[in-house]
């Protein structure tokens, strides 16, 4: 079943501006990570966030976790053309990295 | 290196048919996950193997799903008698192991049934 859920679930900005998704999950979680999709096939990993963990860098991307509260957000900085993608969050109950991911964020970057 | 790859990317079928996708993992990676994504919805688990034997099959949606890694290496998902209900991308992907981290995904097979 479908555990994560982002909001919003489409967005389009300017190129250069910054993109703030969010994400909320049901359950106890081991970790939750955000992967990248285009043209709707394979995913790409973004960065994973533990839940002992508040906060985490990667790159121009920042993810925060509130466990207390279940949930996330990804901030993607100084957007360009290319972030144009689907945006998923997904999380990981049990620590075997099955996965339950939400419906996406879809994310539009204007040149 | 190779990637996790999918045969094949796109596979039409009859209602009724049987269907196999293959999906090759990167070498070395003990555990390998199939996924199924319908449209404008994000991956749903099907099932996870970690070396020959499935460790969690639960997210098959019946048995007409089944899927096999027999030397712990490439895997096949396998359906019986499709239907236009399983229409839809699937995909796989593998990790080094089931500690947890990241995935690598392959590039999907879109099943079309009609």
């Known amino acids: 079943s479908q555990q994560g859920e982002e909001d919003p679930q489409a967005l389009s900005i300017q190129e250069g501006e910054n993109a703030t998704m969010n994400c909320s999950y049901k359950?106890?979680?081991?970790?939750l990570q955000w992967y990248r999709q285009n043209s709707g096939r394979g995913l790409v990993h973004l960065i994973l966030i533990r839940s002992n963990e508040r906060e985490k860098h990667s790159g121009r991307l920042r993810v925060t976790l509130d466990t207390s509260k279940k949930s996330s957000s990804l901030l993607i900085t100084a957007s360009r053309a290319a972030d144009t993608a689907s945006y998923f969050c997904a999380t990981d109950a049990y620590g075997n990295n099955r996965l339950a991911f939400g419906k996406g964020n879809q994310v539009v970057v204007i040149p | 290196g190779a990637g996790v790859s999918q045969t094949p990317s796109n596979k039409v079928t009859e209602k009724g048919k049987y269907v196999e996708l293959r999906c090759d993992p990167i070498?070395?990676?003990?555990?390998l996950y199939w996924y199924r994504q319908s449209l404008g919805q994000g991956p749903e688990f099907l099932i996870y193997?970690?070396?020959?034997?499935?460790?969690?099959d639960s997210g098959l949606p019946n048995d007409r799903f089944f899927a096999v890694r027999p030397e712990g290496s490439v895997s096949t998902l396998k359906i019986q008698r499709t239907e236009r209900g399983d229409s839809a991308v699937y995909l796989c992907a593998s990790s080094l192991n089931l500690a947890g981290g990241e995935q690598f995904f392959g590039p999907g097979t879109r099943l079309t049934v009609l």
């Open positions: 070498s070395g990676h003990t555990a």
């Open positions: 359950t106890s979680i081991n970790n």
């Open positions: 193997f970690q070396g020959t034997g499935a460790a969690d």
